[in-house]
């Protein structure tokens, strides 16, 4: 072997290796043959196109059909979710908010009749908390007002600084608090102060989240990718297991990411002295950490890497029945939300049965369904149900007229399946909203 | 259709060839505009592979190496065929407004 066909050979490594076991040899001979006889290196040029092209066959979503989309939308459900963990880390340490909110309250009048609320400031991270307190127009001097707050604080223990344009500083074990004394309409008209406490994030939690959403989309990418590119070498009843675990996956994310943001927009009234219903977890993206989520997100691309490869794609395929594959794909997502929702069924009563629990019993929060069934079971169960609740009925759009057309084209046993499933998936949900069924379904989301 | 990826179908479209004859006959046929790398060539015959466009005609070993040819399918030889008809219409519009304003621009003489 000449030193360059060694050099070629070394940036063949840049590809994965099945693929240099199955082309390598092809490839240095292309190599070679287009090399002039004096060449005893491999060119720039030709070097960096290897390398790029072994890159793009181990990190790149597939061409075409829109898998780079799907790549893109994995990375962005990924940095999201871990960017919800680190929010949850960096904010799961922080007790001194509760403290903080109460020692601002302490700095009022006790007898005065106040509101206040807590809030986090979105685009701050470290630095003191500030607590603006507002009075209503009063006859009093704003300077007297802010003293009487500062030798309040004093007298809970703070280290006070000097009042500056009806502003001052507290210290106290390490957290800091700015205050600012002003006058001026009050959003509750029957309060005659009005205190606003305003955390800014944990310092850490910038380059924390920072690193989280460049990570975790460059994870959510390269995992995406590698799903589609086994995604598509698979069968089709293991591309459909892959897409029916998949697509109900990222919907939980996409459900959590516009969840939250409806919360956010939702809250500004409403968290008046509620501190603790905080919504800044977000939502579900602050399960991150925690197994369950994990094994959700992990279930696709595990399921990826079990189920065989179709085998070589050497001859071109004949031309599928678009109709036989329609319903053979409707038959098993009906079948599939079907059973979840029929597990859920199944387990309360089974439950109610065993244990002589009454309906109200069962919904009281004693019987939680997460403790009933093994993690592996509920995990799947859960995402199925949830999404069969929704898609399954408007899947009959698609599987009524599949019923229509594909008489004549599909077995009677693939036919009857179908029916079977279609109303499987009109059935299950009705049930859903009888009395018992909506006591099971309250359960199962309790 | 991309440039490339044509002249790759143009190049099969007469007999089966191997990588490096797919190289020159492309760069013959583009007179030398479009040179293509190994890397590039295979990303593409491994996309028009999967796509049913090309499959592989026979494997040959030359010299101890191994030289693998491909050859159009039906499917590849309509695909170009289309993309022929298409930049045929493109280049008939094309010369048929270019006229028309030769026409406008110099006027009618008489």
């Known amino acids: ?446 | 259709m991309q440039e490339p990826t044509f002249f790759i179908l143009t190049a099969l479209a007469e007999q089966p060839l191997h990588g490096y004859g797919v190289i020159r006959a492309v760069a013959d046929l583009s007179n030398g505009r479009i040179t293509l790398r190994a890397g590039t060539l295979y990303a593409a015959l491994d996309r028009l592979t999967e796509e049913g466009l090309l499959v592989v005609d026979r494997e040959e070993a030359v010299d101890g190496r191994l030289r693998r040819y491909y050859r159009l399918t039906d499917d590849g030889g309509a695909a170009l065929s289309a993309e022929v008809d298409r930049m045929r219409a493109n280049a008939t519009m094309a010369a048929a407004r270019l006229r028309r304003r030769g026409k406008l621009a110099f006027g009618p003489t008489s």
């Not at chain 1, 309906?359 to 093994?374: C, I, T």
């Open chain 1, 1 to 446: 072997m000449s030193r360059l066909e060694r050099d070629y050979r070394r940036l063949l490594l840049a590809y994965p290796r099945e693929y240099r076991r199955a082309r390598g040899d092809e490839i240095v001979t292309t190599l070679m043959e287009g090399t002039p006889p004096d060449r005893v290196r491999p060119p720039a040029g030709d070097a960096w196109d290897l390398v790029r092209g072994g890159l793009r066959k181990r990190f790149a979503p597939p061409h075409g059909r829109g898998y780079a989309a799907v790549a893109l939308v994995c990375a962005a459900a990924v940095a999201y979710v871990a960017l919800g963990g680190a929010i949850r880390l960096a904010t799961g340490s922080e007790a001194s908010n509760d403290t903080l909110f109460l020692a601002s309250a302490s700095l009022l009048p006790p007898e005065a009749p106040l509101a206040g609320d807590a809030d986090r400031m979105w685009t701050t991270f470290g630095g003191p908390t500030e607590v603006d307190l507002t009075f209503a127009p009063q006859p009093r001097a704003l300077d007297d007002l802010a003293a009487e707050a500062r030798a309040r604080a004093v007298a809970d223990g703070w280290v006070a600084g000097p009042i500056e344009a009806h502003r001052f500083t507290l210290d106290r074990a390490g957290q800091t608090m700015v205050v600012t004394i002003a006058e001026g309409a009050l959003p509750e008209p029957w309060a005659t102060v009005y205190f606003k406490t305003r955390y800014p994030w944990p310092a850490p939690l910038l380059p924390a989240g920072i690193a989280a959403v460049v990570l975790g989309g460059l994870a959510g990418w390269l995992t995406g990718a590698w799903t589609l590119r086994r995604f598509r070498s698979r069968k089709p009843a293991g591309q459909l297991l892959i897409a029916l675990t998949g697509a109900p996956t990222l919907l939980l994310v996409a459900a959590a990411a516009v969840g939250t943001v409806a919360v956010n927009r939702g809250s500004t009234g409403a968290m008046r002295f509620t501190f603790t219903g905080f919504a800044e977890g977000l939502g579900l993206a602050g399960l991150a950490a925690t197994p369950p989520l994990a094994a959700v997100l992990a279930a696709t691309p595990l399921l990826a890497a079990v189920l065989p490869a179709a085998g070589p794609v050497a001859a071109p395929r004949p031309r599928t029945d678009l109709v036989r594959v329609g319903i053979r794909a409707v038959t098993a997502a009906h079948l599939a939300f079907g059973a979840a929702i029929a597990t859920v069924l199944v387990t309360y009563t089974v439950r109610m049965l065993a244990t002589g629990a009454d309906r109200v019993a069962m919904v009281s929060g004693a019987h939680d369904p997460k403790e009933l069934l093994p993690l592996p079971v509920y995990g799947p169960v859960a995402l199925l149900y949830y999404t069969g609740v929704v898609l399954s009925p408007l899947l009959l759009l698609v599987s009524v007229p599949l019923l229509g057309i594909g008489r004549t084209r599909v077995g009677p046993v693939a036919w009857r399946m179908l029916l079977a499933a279609a109303i499987s998936a009109a059935v299950l949900p009705a049930l859903l909203l009888t009395p018992y069924g909506g006591d099971a379904a309250r359960w199962w989301l309790d």
